[in-house]
């Protein structure tokens, strides 16, 4: 009889405890990031300058946003960072993947040299190529002093290569990253596939190009998916290389968002951009999980 | 065909060389240049090695360089950062294995739906939540605090925490727990004696991750932090934009490599731990 009523206790206990101690995270992530979306967005429809101000402003800040100048370098600036951060960090490191899968020596040494820069920040990232890349001081004089006396590098102070500065250093510190997931990727391919191929007379680059890299399909993507939610979240690495400059030519939605919403006293504005950022990550990241849990719920 | 494989090692092995140096070459950079004088930088280049080493320009970075108006180094910089990211990674890496514990093995009606609720948060662009946090801190006198960039980490965190022990915890089999009921455990019980001892990769590979990213965050920093606040992303970012003395690089590059010292530590001691956090934080992007 008691050990009925023991297990009754712990029947209640057992069906209320786990909500019970899901509960705050529960609650932090509706308020928090749910809620606070859903206020951003008002906010971006009403007049907030400075001090936020509830009064409707209807799509008047969607208006000026589409018609900032400002806001389509930065827009325009992304498309040719993502495109070139994420082709190139892509190709180095499915390079470096199939190079490491060649039963290496010292591969171990390797992979940590390949993988450090992830542990670093951007702004130490930034603070870094800035110095290298500065005209005068960096990698100009030590072209000249080389013997490349007409060789100039002024990417970093002009206007219009100064985005390409940020995809030098966001490729140097995010390469290694693919490298890992594609060589994770590698390892789980049966040898066999690619002994028979061989046996066949199929040359290793053929055999990597036909059959190994199709295979890796899903790796591919998901890193495509990694590699396009850095470049649109990309912040830091912008402020401390470029600081957005020179003028707002290497500005990027985010550092355009910080910017009005922080240090020009345009709440509205910056509400209005930050939505569309999260639009913009919507429409990746949504078709992504909907055919993710598909296929999941195929298997 | 000898020959030809012969070849074909030189070129793996040569391009995986070249890449190594490319890795390597910024940190080389940095180091020489840290440890030369202002004089020396001027008439050497990137690559040349220091003459006359001396270590002036770290004790400058780290306790005399001017950032804006103020000049006592990065040290209290460094301290914040030591301050915020002991607590925000306590915190949040303690949330996550409680829920990764009840999302895996002890599911109940409507779990899967908060599950898909925090994870959903791992996506989000942060600035969406800038601007009504902000408010938020500001409402509840934790604007510019301390207390205020913890608390935004450890809701931030969470999405990421959460989805790793979920995952590692699933692993583990019903069967364990269910023999543990029948000995009549609870829910604590079970945690703190089963699962809990079981855990300690998964804890490793939170605790890494967790520490990289808060100590390299700079976004929360630079917009809620104040002036007795700021962690060492914006300390460092500060001194070397600083635009009111003469640019000088020895100070940056010792005032860099300061920042990045502590991660760059557990990278060399956890390196394993660290990848493993990466590529499991690859499934959820």
């Not at chain 1, 591919?220 to 030519?249: C, E, N, Q, R, Y």
Request: hydrophobic share 55%; glycine share 8%.
């Amino acid at each position: 009889m008691s050990h009925t009523t023991q297990s009754a206790h712990y029947g209640f206990a057992e069906r209320w405890l786990p909500r019970l101690v899901l509960a705050p995270s529960f609650l932090l992530s509706l308020v928090f990031i749910y809620g606070f979306i859903a206020w951003n967005g008002y906010l971006s429809f009403t007049r907030s300058r400075i001090l936020p101000n509830y009064e409707s402003a209807g799509l008047s800040q969607y208006e000026a946003l589409f018609a900032s100048e400002r806001w389509w370098t930065a827009v325009q600036n992304l498309g040719i960072f993502g495109v070139l951060f994420i082709g190139g960090a892509m190709a180095v490191g499915i390079f470096l993947a199939v190079m490491l899968d060649q039963k290496i020596r010292a591969e171990g040494v390797l992979r940590t040299i390949y993988l450090y820069p992830l542990a670093l920040s951007f702004i130490v990232t930034g603070t870094a190529w800035k110095w290298m890349l500065n005209p005068g001081l960096g990698l100009e004089k030590l072209l000249h002093d080389w013997g490349f006396a007409s060789f100039t590098f002024d990417w970093l102070v002009n206007p219009d290569y100064s985005i390409y500065t940020v995809v030098i250093a966001a490729m140097w510190q995010s390469s290694g990253f693919v490298m890992a997931l594609f060589l994770a990727g590698l390892r789980g391919i049966d040898d066999s596939i690619i002994k028979a191929a061989q046996i066949d007379g199929a040359s290793l680059p053929r055999i990597y190009w036909r059959i190994v890299l199709p295979a890796l399909r899903p790796v591919f993507f998901s890193t495509l998916m990694i590699l396009a939610h850095i470049a649109i979240k990309s912040f830091d690495l912008v402020m401390a290389l470029t600081g957005g400059g020179p003028g707002f030519s290497s500005d990027l939605p985010a550092t355009f968002m910080y910017q009005m919403a922080f240090t020009r006293g345009q709440m509205g504005l910056g509400a209005a951009s930050a939505m569309m950022m999260l639009a913009t990550v919507a429409a990746l990241v949504v078709p992504y999980l909907y055919s993710e849990l598909r296929s999941k719920r195929r298997d | 065909m000898i020959e030809q494989n012969r070849f074909w090692r030189i070129v793996v092995y040569g391009s995986l060389l070249i890449a190594a140096v490319y890795y390597l070459l910024p940190l080389y950079v940095m180091f020489t240049t840290s440890l030369k004088g202002m004089e020396e930088i001027r008439n050497g280049n990137l690559l040349s090695l220091p003459l006359d080493i001396s270590l002036a320009a770290w004790q400058k970075a780290w306790s005399s360089a001017c950032t804006g108006v103020d000049c006592s180094g990065l040290q209290p910089y460094f301290w914040n950062s030591v301050l915020m990211v002991v607590p925000a990674v306590a915190i949040s890496t303690a949330l996550g294995a409680i829920n990764g514990y009840v999302l895996s093995k002890w599911q109940f009606r409507g779990s899967e739906i908060v599950f898909g609720m925090i994870l959903f948060g791992v996506f989000i662009p942060f600035q969406v939540l800038l601007l009504p946090m902000a408010q938020t801190l500001g409402l509840f006198g934790m604007a510019s605090s301390i207390p205020g960039l913890v608390f935004v980490h450890v809701v931030c965190g969470l999405a990421s925490t959460t989805l790793f022990f979920r995952n590692y915890y699933v692993g583990i089999p019903d069967e364990l727990i269910k023999a543990a009921r029948l000995d009549g455990a609870g829910f604590w019980r079970i945690f703190l004696r089963i699962i809990l001892p079981m855990s300690t990769p998964i804890l490793t590979v939170t605790v890494i991750w967790q520490f990289t990213q808060i100590w390299n965050d700079f976004l929360f920093g630079v917009v809620f932090s104040g002036l007795d606040s700021r962690p060492i992303t914006v300390g460092l970012n500060n001194l070397a934009n600083t635009t009111t003395s003469v640019k000088e690089y020895n100070v940056d590059m010792a005032a860099a490599l300061i920042a990045a010292l502590p991660t760059i530590i557990v990278y060399v001691l956890a390196g394993k731990y660290f990848v493993r956090g990466l590529t499991a934080g690859a499934v959820k992007g």
